[in-house]
C-alpha cells in the first residue's frame, strides 16, 4: 500500500489517514506531496491523486481519496485491527462524531489551521468559541458514557480519535483553555490521551525534525 500525504507540519487531512493506517500495523510507503505551492495539485495528481487532493490511498488497483472514505476502507480492509468499535451502537456514535469532524467546524479550521510548531495565543471569533464549545460538549458526552473502557473517545482508539487529533493539536497550538469552554476535566484528559499516542509522536517527530 501507498499513501499520498501532505507536509506533516499542517495537513490535518493526511494526519486523519495516515493514523488509521498505521493503527492497521500493516506495511506501507509515504509518498509526501509538498502543500502551500502553486504545483500542489499538479504533483499531486501525477503521484496519482484522482482530484488532485490529499491524502490518498493507493492498494493495489484501488485507488481511495478522502480522508474519512480511506479510514472506512481500511476498517473494511484490516478488520482485526479494530478501527470502529465491534458494538453497532458504540460503532454508530463513532461515526456520527468522525463525520461531523468531516463536514463542520469551519471557523475553528479557518481561524486555527494545524500548525505542529506553532505556540501562541489568539482572540478567536464568537464562531469559533460556538465550534469549540460544540466539541467540548461531543467530548464530554462520549467520555462520560465510555470512560471505563480506555482513554480515548470511544474507550479504545478508533477512528474518531483520528479525526479528533488535529483538533488536539489546534487548542495546543493556540492556547485554547477548554475550561473555559465547559470542560471538567474529561475533554483536557482526551486531548492529552491523543496527543501522547506513539503513532501521533511518530508524525510529530518527523513534522518537526
Known amino acids: 500500500m501507498e499513501i499520498l500525504i501532505g507536509d506533516k507540519v499542517w495537513s490535518s487531512w493526511s494526519l486523519r489517514s495516515w493514523l488509521a493506517l498505521k493503527h492497521t500495523r500493516e506495511p506501507f510507503i509515504e509518498t509526501l506531496i509538498g502543500l502551500r505551492r502553486v504545483e500542489t495539485n499538479t504533483d499531486a495528481r501525477a503521484a496519482g491523486s484522482p482530484n488532485g487532493q490529499l491524502p490518498v490511498l493507493k492498494d493495489g488497483e484501488i485507488t481511495v481519496w478522502d480522508s474519512l472514505a480511506i479510514c472506512e476502507y481500511l476498517a473494511d480492509r484490516f478488520p482485526d485491527a479494530r478501527l470502529w468499535p465491534a458494538d453497532p451502537a458504540r460503532r454508530a456514535l463513532g461515526r456520527a462524531a468522525a463525520a461531523e469532524m468531516h463536514s463542520s467546524f469551519?471557523?475553528?479550521?479557518?481561524?486555527?489551521?494545524?500548525?505542529?510548531?506553532?505556540?501562541?495565543e489568539v482572540e478567536l471569533s464568537e464562531a469559533t468559541h460556538v465550534d469549540i464549545r460544540r466539541i467540548v460538549a461531543l467530548w464530554n458526552d462520549l467520555r462520560g458514557r465510555f470512560d471505563g473502557g480506555g482513554p480515548f473517545l470511544l474507550g479504545e482508539w478508533s477512528i474518531a480519535d483520528a479525526f479528533y487529533t488535529p483538533v488536539a493539536t489546534r487548542f495546543r497550538s493556540y492556547g485554547v483553555l477548554l475550561t473555559d469552554y465547559g470542560d471538567k476535566g474529561a475533554a483536557g484528559a482526551y486531548t492529552e490521551a491523543l496527543l501522547e499516542t506513539p503513532e501521533f509522536k511518530e508524525w510529530e517527530a518527523a513534522a518537526l525534525a
Open 106 to 120: 469551519a471557523s475553528l479550521r479557518g481561524e486555527c489551521p494545524m500548525d505542529l510548531k506553532l505556540r501562541t
